[in-house]
């Protein structure tokens, strides 16, 4: 069973949802690119491995490590990007990386080689959802694609899971092995114009938004503030929303909570 496609009004008596806060140990590792696969023309999938992922901790899908690079000027850069898929039993990690932008992260993923080795530091915490939550309506664009792909992937069988993605063109399509009753849906928008919230706004008006969903937004931060606005016009309960600006158009390393 999916989300309804037409628009409706959101009743305001259901309790939110108790999100567990899980603080870790911050620790740096030093870790080697044993894999690289192209996901999509724009995103690239690089696997990791080494000793130092011994006792690495990811309870949720929007966690967050950082990538440390050395610089030009030998000050260090760090930037924030999703743990794809952690396996404890082989001892990898995946890490998604959009090819959206020339920052030197991504300068880093267009340029690996396995071999290479790579800096992590984190998760340092986790937001952990209640299995109640079964329900989710997941809002984003590319860079937001490695939380939502996990979500839909480690959702349970009775899990109805809709999500919205602006991409910039058809071959930017994924697609997700779940367990759960996905109804997945897609906008397409040249990367020029990835601070357009319009087709996400679009595609989000022709989606119902059930009693006891929980809605997770994700995008360039005025992408995002306009989602916001429009479930909250709809009178979603307070509790059932969480909004992060991933970056911020002609901004580096920039990002905005929204609460």
């Known amino acids: 069973m999916n989300l309804s496609t037409t628009p409706s009004m959101i009743s305001s008596e259901n309790q939110p949802p108790r999100i567990e806060r899980v603080r870790h140990v911050l620790t740096r590792r030093t870790l080697t690119v044993s894999a690289i696969e192209r996901v999509t023309p724009a995103m690239v999938r690089i696997t ?6 011994a006792g690495f901790t990811s309870l949720s899908p929007d966690d967050h490590v950082k990538i440390l690079l050395p610089s030009a000027t030998g000050e260090e850069e760090r930037r924030d990007y999703t743990p794809r ?9 995946a890490i998604d990386f959009a090819l959206h932008e020339a920052g030197p992260a991504t300068q880093w993923a267009m340029n690996a080689k396995v071999g290479d080795e790579l800096q992590i530091g984190g998760p340092r915490g986790s937001a952990v959802m209640p299995a109640t939550v079964k329900r989710w ?3 984003g664009d590319e860079t937001a694609l490695p939380a939502i792909g996990r979500r839909i992937e480690e959702a349970a069988p009775d899990h109805v899971v809709t999500s919205l993605v602006a991409v910039a063109d058809a071959g930017e399509k994924q697609v997700f092995e779940t ?3 996905l109804n997945a849906l897609w906008a397409y928008r040249s990367l020029a114009f990835a601070s357009d919230a319009g087709p996400l706004l679009d595609l989000l008006k022709t ?11 994700a995008a360039e931060a005025s992408v995002t503030r ?3 606005a429009e479930v909250e016009r709809r009178g979603l309960p307070q509790g ?5 600006g991933y970056w911020v158009m002609g901004k580096a390393d920039a990002h905005e909570k929204f609460d």
């Open 48 to 53: 990791l491995r080494g000793e130092d992922l």
């Open 85 to 93: 898929r952690y396996d404890a039993e082989t001892g990898s990690l």
């Open 137 to 139: 309506l997941l809002i």
């Open 179 to 181: 367990k759960a009753s």
């Open 207 to 217: 989606v119902t938004i059930e009693p006891e969903t929980f809605v997770w937004i």
């Open 226 to 228: 306009a989602l916001r």
């Open 240 to 244: 059932w929303l969480k909004a992060a």
